[in-house]
């Protein structure tokens, strides 16, 4: 039985709140006040408040389910108020949803989903604040989750609008997935790709080739269904791995260590090739190229221009025993300060972050349509200044964590047009089937892979791979 499941019993003292829920309310509080990171901020709560086993898991059910339905929450929220969600104070509209979501997707006892949701409220809000978040509460309390949906549905004003209640996706997202899907083919399975965008995900990890052994591995999971170095955790807290094995076994998604074995592995390693990762924050990628260069005899550089950023990449480049240098500069002026210098080129571009919703929540609420824009403007500069880097004969990986054809297919063909007659496409299907340990199910040009987490149980990495001619 999940955290989320277990039977409570009513707590007899006033002014308490679990500490599950108060942790809970804390991280969604914290994403909406200064955009946190609700999977950088839970764990660190979770440990600060010395959280049992069982807490910790309700705690992580209650913060992603409520972040994930938010839209849906949203309008059975307006529906049971009587008044938009806008017109509803931010602090009481966070304890609110995290009320929905008790409600209406757990096995939580009533009582205890909505004593505790008000006696937050009282914490963070004005006595009439208490009054109306126990009102609202009660209301959705009195009507069960199915009659909700059906209710909610048969309000939507249009097919996209329909599926983005459902599936709590804004419409804008819930259309370029649309369109993503279309250009494989694919667009059938549109709901099932939403559908797995809140599921949680399982924990994937990476054993960096060449520093650790199968020793090192056994007993913690199973192989992953595709990367060559990767595995599915069974169990446990993965962070005490990492530091076991002082970083050489980390947490990364599958979809991510395929894209970085696409570079290293495209073809045969010349000993005293140069590679570039970059964009490296925060250095999961670069780790996993710095372990395949020490084993082929490269060099990795890796370049992130946020300073922060930049930290986190020597801290994960701590685990491989070889000195790489961190750049911090600015990468759409590569072409200009280093023409023609690297043999392959990482450009794990900015993106919208649209193919990691089930890992970020969040990210689906803080997207806007004009970030696209932006983000196209960033990343055609990059992959301008990524070509320009690359020695003749060498291979770039464009990579972005977003499925939007605007950031994918879009900048490479520009890419492409560009600089015709001087870059060529490279087959990038049969280099990643190739390291797969199974066969994908792939749709679409066999120049590019986009991978799916409803078909792969990956993040929704996009790969190409684009050769410069000698």
């Not at 901020?41 to 994930?68: C, M, Q, S, V």
Request: net charge neutral; charged share 25%.
């Amino acid at each position: 039985m999940s955290g989320a499941d277990r039977p409570e019993r009513p707590r007899a003292q006033s002014g308490f709140v679990q500490p599950a829920r108060r942790v809970a309310y804390e991280v969604i509080a914290a994403v909406r006040e200064s955009d946190a990171y609700a999977n950088l901020l839970l764990p660190t709560r979770i440990k600060r408040a010395a959280l049992n086993t069982a807490d910790a898991a309700l705690a992580t059910e209650l913060t992603y389910g409520t972040l994930r339905m938010q839209g849906f929450y949203d309008r059975v929220i307006a529906e049971a108020a009587g008044r938009p969600v806008s017109a509803i104070d931010p602090a009481i509209l966070d304890v609110l949803r995290l009320g929905a979501h008790q409600l209406l997707a757990t096995r939580v006892a009533t009582h205890a989903a909505v004593n505790e949701s008000v006696e937050q409220a009282r914490q963070v809000g004005s006595r009439a604040a208490t009054g109306f978040c126990n009102g609202v509460l009660r209301t959705i309390s009195r009507t069960s989750a199915e009659e909700w949906r059906e209710r909610i549905l048969a309000q939507s004003t249009s097919a996209d609008d329909r599926l983005a209640a459902e599936y709590s996706h804004p419409a804008w997202v819930v259309r370029a997935f649309r369109q993503s899907l279309k250009a494989e083919g694919r667009e059938s399975e549109l709901e099932e790709l939403l559908a797995a965008d809140n599921a949680p995900p399982r924990v994937n990890m990476v054993a960096l080739p060449g520093l650790t052994t199968a020793e090192d591995t056994a007993g913690l999971g199973v192989p992953d269904a595709f990367s060559p170095t990767g595995f599915v955790l069974a169990g446990g807290d993965p962070v005490h791995i990492m530091n076991d094995h002082e970083g050489r076994i980390r947490v990364q998604d599958e979809g991510s260590q395929l894209a970085a074995l696409a570079l290293s592995r495209a073809r045969p390693v010349q000993a005293g090739e140069r590679w570039l990762d970059l964009c490296a924050g925060p250095g999961g990628k670069a780790a996993l190229l710095a372990a395949e260069a020490i084993a082929a005899g490269a060099e990795l550089v890796a370049n992130e221009l946020v300073p922060a950023r930049a930290t986190l990449v020597r801290k994960a480049l701590q685990a491989v025993p070889a000195a790489v240098p961190v750049w911090e500069q600015d990468g759409t002026a590569f072409a200009d300060t280093h023409p023609d210098s690297f043999d392959r080129i990482l450009l794990d571009a900015p993106c919208t972050g649209l193919g990691a919703l089930r890992r970020r929540p969040e990210a689906r609420w803080r997207k806007q349509p004009r970030d696209v824009a932006e983000l196209s403007d960033l990343q055609s500069g990059l992959i301008e200044a990524a070509l320009g880097a690359l020695k003749p004969g060498g291979i770039l990986a464009y990579v972005t964590c977003s499925p939007h054809t605007a950031e994918t297919r879009g900048i490479v063909a520009t890419a492409l047009k560009k600089w015709a007659g001087r870059v060529t496409a490279l087959d990038t299907a049969a280099v990643v089937q190739g390291l797969s340990r199974s066969p994908l199910d792939l749709a679409g040009p066999e120049t590019s892979v986009q991978l799916w987490p409803h078909r792969h149980g990956t993040d929704a990495m996009f790969i190409t791979l684009l050769e410069r001619t000698a």
